[in-house]
């Protein structure tokens, strides 16, 4: 297993907890745990992958134990999330995403499902929800909680047809960031 924690953090552990110290210089840390012992270590290399997605499994294995998402956006906009606010119910869903719920219909295509919390409110109303979800890892979520997927992006869906497509969370934001870099 590897895990990656952005600076000035490095992480050691045993099978059952984690321990976050700081780190000089920051550097990006890495910790590799394999059968024999726990190694960690600093580089300035980034890890990429499904990040996200990791994240969504390991928080879907147990939604009782917190994992937390650690976010730093190039517009300098740091914070820290409970991974379970992803799997929140239809009466725990923020006040705006719950009216988007409610008011959307007909075929449905929920871009950036993530673990499938809006789509699921909106297949309890009875209606037809498609999730469309760039993380291999939240698809495999989503799926697994009983979303249909479809893995990929929105400028890669080349079929459906859909009478409402929610963009919800960071969704948009994120969207709008990739299309018009100049608007964001």
Same mark, same amino acid.
């Given at each position: 297993?590897?895990?990656?924690?952005?600076?000035?953090?490095?992480?050691?552990?045993?099978?059952?907890?984690?321990?976050?110290?700081?780190?000089?210089?920051?550097?990006?840390?890495?910790?590799?745990?394999?059968?024999?012992? &726990? !190694?960690?270590? @600093?580089?300035?290399?980034?890890?990429?992958?499904? $990040?996200? =997605? %990791?994240? +969504?499994?390991t928080q879907?294995?147990?939604?009782?134990?917190?994992?937390?998402?650690?976010?730093?956006?190039?517009?300098?906009f740091l914070?820290?999330?409970?991974?379970?606010?992803?799997?929140?119910?239809? &009466? !725990?869903?923020? @006040?705006?995403?719950?009216?988007?719920?409610?008011? $959307?219909? =007909? %075929?449905? +295509?929920?871009?950036?499902?993530?673990?499938?919390?809006?789509?699921?409110?909106?297949?309890?109303?009875?209606?037809?929800?498609?999730?469309?979800?760039?993380?291999?890892?939240?698809?495999?979520?989503?799926? &697994?909680?009983?979303? @249909?997927?479809?893995?990929?992006?929105?400028?890669?869906?080349?079929?459906?047809?859909?009478?409402?497509?929610?963009?919800?969370?960071?969704?948009?934001?994120?969207?709008?960031?990739?299309?018009?870099?100049?608007?964001?």
């Amino acid at each position: 297993m590897v895990g990656c924690w952005p600076t000035p953090w490095s992480a050691s552990w045993s099978t059952d907890h984690v321990t976050l110290t700081s780190l000089e210089p920051p550097l990006l840390a890495i910790a590799t745990v394999d059968d024999k012992a &726990d !190694q960690v270590g @600093p580089t300035t290399e980034p890890l990429t992958g499904d $990040a996200f =997605g %990791q994240l +969504l499994l390991t928080q879907f294995a147990d939604l009782q134990e917190p994992q937390y998402e650690l976010v730093e956006r190039d517009d300098g906009f740091l914070g820290v999330t409970d991974a379970r606010a992803y799997f929140r119910q239809g &009466d !725990q869903l923020d @006040p705006l995403e719950a009216q988007a719920c409610q008011e $959307a219909t =007909g %075929q449905i +295509l929920d871009v950036g499902c993530g673990a499938g919390r809006h789509s699921l409110v909106m297949m309890a109303r009875g209606l037809h929800v498609t999730g469309l979800e760039p993380s291999c890892g939240a698809a495999q979520v989503a799926q &697994d909680r009983g979303v @249909p997927v479809i893995a990929g992006r929105l400028d890669q869906l080349s079929e459906g047809q859909y009478d409402t497509i929610v963009m919800l969370g960071n969704t948009f934001r994120s969207w709008l960031a990739r299309t018009w870099p100049a608007i964001s």
